[in-house]
């Protein structure tokens, strides 16, 4: 018998990225040179299947066509999926160089694979065949999806024309790891030492404690500030040192940007203005080789939203609701700076945007006498994760339990998810400090998917939820518990929307369990709708514990915060549409091929004008820095966030009717019908059909406004 490449290599036998099968990988394991031997290994594995698939002989069924092929590339996928998530969780410069070489080998082949027509007329013939109509309703949305998929990835495209389309998609890869490279390394690459404690009054214990550990780690004397958010926010929200504040934003908005040696930190060579307007141009021409008209059309041909023009009335009706209060808000900042905090209205001491969060906080302590920092006082983070379990288990009728998985990094945590009779459903993964080599934000990544396997058994899913929470601190020698924000709590609510979305999925089809296939401008359905509870007095109350006393919060306290809920949400609201419409314009009405340099920093510059109310600094180059859509799958689809919010908070209004009844919003019942009708089906039918299936009609937006205090 003919031996396989992995019995003739020894090597290949006991890499860490192969061996893991259904299982989970042994990440401390995992060396940059394991990767380039795995993933040529699993894409000729993947390469062989496809070529089974194309043959004649293979009969267009779900059994010979679908099922081997998903096998293949679940292996591909998933290996590569961990070498990315390590490259976001623990970068170092080996691991980016090899990953930076594998990508366009990966690329290429997902490109040829929805290019394949041989492919893509079995998949046709199996939606045609008398085989079809005894699929389960998912297995009939993956074809249905893989067909689409087909015809957005070039399957119908003249053959001449497959190869630059393949090109460009290898190109856009590579491009967006750069830019997110190129963020991270900004990032990283800023320190500012303080060396006199004077200059840092104002600051609360914590943040001097960290900075003051900062330093130490780096062997300087002193406190050191970066740009990971838990450094550089405390020092916007609370310095009394106004030139320590204008220094720290001006290298944060200049990362990445031909103006980041200028202020501090950075080499040109992280300069992503050019990458940005590349992108543009390619991801045009992609949108036009398909037959659309510019890429935003591309981006919504698998979305919720049906056409541009539905797009465009949203953000733009969004904007007229938010304006107003918007502008409310920003006089008021401007007046209370000006009495209160001896600013002038003249040009040269007026507001700026380093002063924003400064003047914000002690405008918020002010009008509700609390600041932020009193609250963060009672969120230690394992309290939170106390409070946000309860949450889940008394909703969903679910368990969670700390389990021993292999993991990446000590600080990070797993568990396992059952049901009430003890059978393990999932697992998942909290990975939640901020530290150098990991990539800023907070996201969650599927790190495996359900599905049924060849012989029966059910895959059960695992997922990733990261975050960037400060770390413990030591202070006198002791460690002291980390505490969080009450926006991150909300942050993390937020999160774990994501990951009940993937782990309690009871969709068999892998391409349409959990989160795969829902479309983009509804996935953050559950995970905001999560976020309300975090506004509930008896979710509040159980998960927090001063840190020092142990105390609950004091009722008084989260009146102050429910009063505050919707403090700024003006401006807020504003900041999040402008920065749909700067993705939006951008992919549906901006001509990258006719542009050069600053075109996209002079895009945000008109609709900062047409929309904004707080102007934009000169020095500013936030686009720069657009992660979101220029590296993390969000292009001309940041839109979703909001479209998503009208989604959640009609949802969650209806926990809030329950409650008039019940006593509670830990309902159950309610809990019951929205796991089923949202997070169990998955991506295994129409999102709009979901939500309907659970509200009983169509979405409206009168909670949003309520919620938000826009109405």
Same mark, same amino acid.
């Given at each position: 018998?003919?031996?396989?490449?992995?019995? #003739?290599?020894?090597?290949?036998?006991?890499?860490?990225?192969?061996?893991?099968?259904?299982?989970?990988?042994?990440?401390?394991?995992?060396?940059?040179?394991?990767?380039?031997?795995?993933?040529?290994?699993?894409?000729?594995?993947?390469?062989?299947?496809?070529?089974?698939?194309?043959?004649? =002989?293979?009969?267009?069924?779900?059994?010979?066509?679908?099922?081997?092929?998903?096998?293949?590339?679940?292996?591909?996928?998933?290996?590569?999926?961990?070498?990315?998530?390590?490259?976001?969780?623990?970068?170092?410069?080996?691991?980016?160089?090899?990953?930076?070489?594998?990508?366009? *080998?990966?690329?290429?082949?997902?490109?040829?694979?929805?290019?394949?027509?041989?492919?893509?007329?079995?998949?046709?013939?199996?939606?045609?065949?008398?085989?079809?109509?005894? #699929?389960?309703?998912?297995?009939?949305?993956?074809?249905?999806?893989?067909?689409?998929?087909?015809?957005?990835?070039?399957?119908?495209?003249?053959?001449?024309?497959?190869?630059?389309?393949?090109?460009?998609?290898?190109?856009?890869?590579?491009?967006?790891?750069?830019?997110?490279?190129?963020?991270?390394?900004?990032?990283? +690459?800023?320190?500012?030492?303080?060396?006199?404690?004077?200059?840092?009054?104002?600051?609360?214990?914590?943040?001097?404690?960290?900075?003051?550990?900062?330093?130490?780690?780096?062997?300087?004397?002193?406190?050191?500030?970066?740009?990971?958010?838990?450094?550089?926010?405390?020092?916007?929200?609370?310095?009394?040192?106004?030139?320590?504040?204008?220094?720290?934003?001006?290298?944060?908005?200049?990362?990445?940007?031909?103006?980041?040696?200028?202020?501090?930190?950075?080499?040109?060579? !992280?300069?992503?203005?050019?990458?940005?307007?590349?992108?543009?141009?390619?991801?045009?021409?992609?949108? *036009?080789?398909?037959?659309?008209?510019?890429?935003?059309?591309?981006?919504?041909?698998?979305?919720?939203?049906?056409?541009?023009?539905?797009?465009?009335?949203?953000?733009?009706?969004?904007?007229?609701?938010?304006?107003?209060?918007?502008?409310?808000?920003?006089?008021?900042?401007?007046?209370?700076?000006?009495?209160?905090?001896?600013?002038?209205?003249?040009?040269?001491?007026?507001?700026?945007?380093?002063?924003?969060?400064?003047?914000?906080?002690?405008?918020?302590?002010?009008?509700?006498?609390?600041?932020?920092?009193?609250?963060?006082?009672?969120?230690?983070?394992?309290?939170?994760?106390?409070?946000?379990?309860?949450?889940?288990?008394?909703?969903?009728?679910?368990?969670?339990? /700390?389990?021993?998985?292999?993991?990446?990094?000590?600080?990070?945590?797993?568990?396992?998810?059952?049901? &009430?009779?003890?059978?393990?459903?999932?697992?998942?993964? &909290?990975?939640?400090?901020?530290?150098?080599?990991?990539?800023?934000?907070?996201?969650?990544?599927?790190?495996?998917?359900?599905?049924?396997? /060849?012989?029966?058994?059910?895959?059960?899913?695992?997922?990733?939820?990261?975050?960037?929470?400060?770390?413990?601190?030591?202070?006198?020698?002791?460690?002291?518990?980390?505490?969080?924000?009450?926006?991150?709590?909300?942050?993390?609510?937020?999160?774990?929307?994501?990951?009940?979305?993937? &782990?309690?999925?009871?969709?068999?089809?892998?391409?349409?369990?959990?989160? =795969?296939?829902?479309? !983009?401008?509804?996935?953050?359905?559950?995970?905001?709708?999560?976020?309300?509870?975090?506004?509930?007095?008896?979710?509040?109350?159980?998960?927090?514990?001063?840190?020092?006393?142990?105390?609950?919060?004091?009722?008084?306290?989260? =009146?102050?915060?429910?009063?505050?809920?919707?403090?700024?949400?003006?401006?807020?609201?504003?900041?999040?549409?402008?920065?749909?419409?700067?993705?939006?314009?951008?992919?549906?009405?901006?001509?990258?091929?006719?542009?050069?340099?600053?075109?996209?920093?002079? #895009?945000?510059?008109?609709?900062?004008?047409?929309?904004?109310?707080?102007?934009? /600094?000169?020095?500013?180059?936030? /686009? =720069?820095?657009?992660?979101?859509?220029?590296? +993390?799958?969000?292009?001309?689809?940041?839109?979703?966030?909001?479209?998503?919010?009208?989604?959640?908070?009609?949802?969650?209004?209806?926990?809030?009717?329950?409650?008039?009844?019940?006593?509670?919003?830990?309902?159950?019942?309610?809990?019951?019908?929205?796991?089923?009708?949202?997070?169990?089906?998955?991506?295994?039918?129409?999102?709009?059909?979901?939500?309907?299936?659970?509200?009983?009609?169509?979405?409206?937006?009168?909670?949003?406004?309520?919620?938000?205090?826009? &109405?």
């Amino acid at each position: 018998m003919k031996k396989t490449l992995l019995e #003739l290599d020894p090597e290949l036998h006991n890499n860490p990225l192969i061996n893991f099968g259904h299982g989970i990988p042994i990440y401390s394991d995992i060396k940059p040179e394991h990767i380039s031997p795995a993933i040529n290994y699993l894409l000729k594995q993947a390469e062989d299947a496809v070529q089974k698939a194309t043959d004649s =002989n293979t009969s267009a069924t779900w059994a010979e066509l679908v099922e081997p092929l998903e096998n293949a590339t679940e292996c591909l996928g998933r290996s590569w999926g961990t070498i990315s998530h390590l490259n976001s969780v623990v970068d170092t410069p080996e691991l980016r160089h090899v990953y930076g070489e594998m990508i366009p *080998k990966v690329t290429a082949f997902f490109s040829s694979l929805s290019q394949n027509i041989a492919l893509y007329e079995k998949f046709n013939s199996l939606q045609k065949n008398q085989e079809y109509s005894s #699929l389960s309703n998912a297995q009939q949305k993956v074809i249905e999806n893989s067909l689409r998929d087909f015809r957005l990835g070039g399957a119908e495209l003249e053959k001449d024309k497959k190869p630059r389309f393949s090109k460009i998609k290898d190109e856009q890869a590579l491009l967006g790891k750069d830019f997110s490279d190129h963020v991270l390394d900004a990032t990283d +690459g800023f320190i500012h030492l303080v060396e006199n404690e004077s200059e840092l009054t104002g600051l609360p214990d914590d943040a001097i404690a960290a900075a003051a550990n900062n330093a130490k780690q780096k062997n300087l004397n002193g406190w050191a500030f970066s740009l990971h958010f838990p450094s550089y926010f405390p020092v916007m929200q609370y310095a009394d040192n106004r030139n320590l504040r204008r220094l720290m934003y001006e290298a944060y908005i200049t990362r990445a940007s031909e103006l980041a040696p200028r202020y501090g930190h950075g080499q040109l060579s !992280w300069d992503n203005t050019d990458n940005m307007l590349e992108q543009l141009r390619l991801r045009d021409e992609e949108a *036009k080789m398909l037959g659309f008209p510019n890429y935003a059309a591309l981006s919504i041909a698998s979305k919720m939203a049906s056409t541009i023009e539905e797009v465009d009335q949203f953000l733009g009706d969004f904007a007229e609701r938010a304006k107003p209060f918007a502008k409310h808000d920003w006089i008021a900042l401007q007046e209370f700076a000006i009495q209160n905090l001896n600013f002038e209205s003249c040009q040269n001491d007026s507001l700026q945007p380093w002063d924003i969060p400064y003047v914000s906080e002690k405008l918020k302590q002010e009008r509700f006498a609390f600041s932020e920092n009193e609250v963060k006082q009672y969120f230690p983070l394992a309290k939170v994760l106390e409070g946000l379990f309860r949450v889940v288990q008394s909703v969903f009728s679910i368990k969670i339990r /700390p389990t021993v998985l292999p993991t990446w990094h000590p600080d990070v945590q797993s568990f396992s998810v059952s049901n &009430l009779q003890n059978e393990v459903l999932a697992y998942f993964y &909290l990975d939640p400090y901020a530290r150098s080599g990991k990539r800023g934000g907070a996201w969650m990544d599927d790190a495996r998917g359900r599905r049924q396997l /060849p012989n029966g058994d059910i895959q059960i899913p695992i997922a990733y939820l990261v975050c960037n929470f400060p770390p413990p601190l030591t202070i006198d020698g002791q460690i002291r518990p980390p505490t969080i924000s009450h926006d991150d709590v909300i942050t993390l609510f937020h999160e774990s929307g994501h990951g009940l979305h993937h &782990l309690l999925t009871k969709v068999n089809a892998l391409g349409v369990s959990g989160i =795969n296939g829902v479309e !983009w401008d509804a996935v953050e359905l559950p995970s905001q709708f999560m976020e309300n509870f975090c506004w509930e007095w008896e979710v509040i109350e159980s998960m927090t514990s001063h840190v020092e006393t142990g105390k609950s919060i004091p009722h008084e306290l989260f =009146n102050k915060m429910l009063k505050a809920k919707n403090f700024q949400n003006g401006l807020g609201t504003l900041r999040q549409i402008v920065l749909s419409l700067t993705d939006w314009r951008l992919h549906s009405r901006f001509n990258a091929n006719t542009a050069h340099n600053q075109a996209v920093l002079n #895009l945000t510059r008109e609709i900062g004008s047409e929309f904004n109310v707080i102007p934009q /600094p000169e020095i500013s180059r936030w /686009p =720069n820095s657009f992660s979101h859509i220029f590296s +993390g799958g969000y292009a001309a689809g940041y839109y979703s966030y909001k479209w998503a919010e009208v989604l959640s908070a009609d949802a969650y209004s209806a926990f809030e009717e329950a409650s008039i009844q019940t006593g509670t919003v830990l309902d159950s019942h309610m809990g019951g019908r929205f796991r089923m009708e949202i997070l169990e089906v998955g991506g295994s039918r129409p999102a709009a059909e979901s939500f309907q299936a659970f509200r009983g009609r169509k979405p409206k937006i009168d909670a949003l406004l309520k919620h938000g205090g826009l &109405l």
